[in-house]
């Protein structure tokens, strides 16, 4: 009996050894090309719509409105996770917003293509016929924006040094729009193009339901770098203007 016990014990344990190694060489065969390339292709989708969601979207720059700190088809990168942490916009950041209310109502937006859209909703290329515009913000809620004559444009009472605005414009425009006094409600951003004298922004949708105010709600992010073409790559820094003494309220 105990002879037999050892020898069913030889023949439990030697049997495993042989299931083990048969296994293991089936674990270490690889998958067939065929397979793993959808997997892979799967993968690298879902990540760009995660990065493209949560962290950063790059954008179309349609027009010179913000000449000639961003040029026509410039395209930029959006980050989109620090509003995710409670952060809002600041003086002088360069923004990204959906149309608030039907600013783009004269300017039509071209039909992408299937694979544009594909592109774009993964956020591998900039975003295909969306509704956004992007502007510098100027002021944030609270503030008092006034724009007299030709300028200085000022923020509550203090005179803004504006070297990004294009070359030949001045800070302000001498036209009904142009000449102003706001107050920016909670919530809401006031912004305007560098490219003043060639800019529809706040000053001229004061009528809107928002009186050429941004809602908070519509910001999508934060430009922080032009990206392509490769000649015109950059960043956007707040510029020292908006970091002058006393400007805070």
């Not at 209310?101 to 992408?112: C, G, Q, R, T, Y």
């Not at 504006?162 to 425009?173: D, F, K, L, M, R």
């Not at 004298?197 to 032009?226: C, E, F, N, W």
């Not at 707040?238 to 002058?244: A, G, H, K």
Request: charged content about 20%; some cysteine; proline content about 10%.
């Amino acid at each position: 009996m105990a002879v037999d016990a050892r020898a069913g014990a030889q023949d439990e344990t030697t049997a495993p050894k042989s299931k083990g190694k048969d296994a293991g060489k089936g674990a270490e065969r690889k998958r067939p090309m065929w397979v793993e390339i959808p997997i892979l292709v799967a993968v690298a989708l879902v990540l760009a719509f995660l990065i493209k969601t949560f962290l950063l979207q790059a954008f179309l720059i349609p027009s010179g409105s913000m000449q000639n700190t961003l040029q026509t088809d410039d395209r930029v990168l959006v980050d989109k996770l620090t509003p995710w942490f409670g952060s809002e916009p600041e003086r002088g950041e360069v923004v990204v917003f959906r149309d608030p209310a039907d600013w783009l109502a004269n300017s039509p937006v071209p039909e992408p293509n299937a694979f544009q859209n594909v592109l774009g909703f993964i956020g591998l290329m900039p975003a295909a016929g969306e509704k956004h515009l992007i502007k510098r913000v100027i002021g944030v809620a609270g503030d008092t924006v006034e724009c007299n004559g030709t300028g200085p444009l000022k923020v509550n009472g203090h005179p803004l040094d504006e070297p990004y605005v294009y070359a030949g414009n001045t800070p302000c425009s001498q036209d009904p729009a142009g000449q102003f006094k706001v107050t920016v409600p909670p919530g809401s951003l006031w912004v305007m193009g560098d490219h003043r004298q060639a800019s529809l922004d706040s000053r001229y949708h004061q009528t809107d339901p928002h009186a050429g105010m941004v809602p908070l709600t519509d910001v999508v992010g934060r430009a922080v770098v032009v990206a392509w073409p490769v000649p015109h790559w950059s960043t956007l820094p707040i510029p020292d203007t908006f970091n002058q003494p006393g400007l805070s309220h």
